[in-house]
Nanobody
Framework: QVQLVESGGGLVQPGGSLRLSCAAS????????MGWYRQAPGKQRELVAS???????NYAESVKGRFTISRDNAKNTVYLQMNSLKPEDTAVYYC????????WGQGTQVTVSS
């Protein structure tokens, strides 16, 4: 069973940037699609970005043009570059396969506030 550890979150001002990392304990090479999800207080968890093994990406409309997902299969790591952050991006961010295939990690908190 692959275990996932997210990191890189923090407090940032609106318009700022963060880069999240998701380290997998096992190989993600064979996983067709990996995704970043987020859950804001009082809301359901939602998929914000996904990346196929061949590199094709998809984004939620709310983050399109601001977030970039990437993966390094050699390092078993998935990244999420977040630019032009907005207060509504505040949430706990998680990674997982798409569709979800593993137990959720602890996530990493992103807070966008002045």
């Amino acid at each position: 069973q692959v275990q996932l550890v997210e990191s890189g979150g923090g407090l940032v001002q609106p318009g700022g940037s963060l880069r999240l990392s998701c380290a997998a304990s096992g190989s993600i090479f064979s996983i067709n699609a990996m995704g970043w999800y987020r859950q804001a207080p009082g809301k359901q968890r939602e998929l914000v970005a996904s990346i196929m093994s061949g590199g094709r990406t998809n984004y939620a409309e709310s983050v399109k043009g601001r977030f970039t997902i990437s993966r390094d299969n050699a390092k078993n790591t998935v990244y999420l570059q977040m630019n032009s952050l907005k207060p509504e991006d505040t949430a706990v961010y998680y990674c997982n396969a798409r569709p979800v295939a593993f137990s959720w990690g602890q996530g990493t908190q992103v807070t966008v506030s002045s």
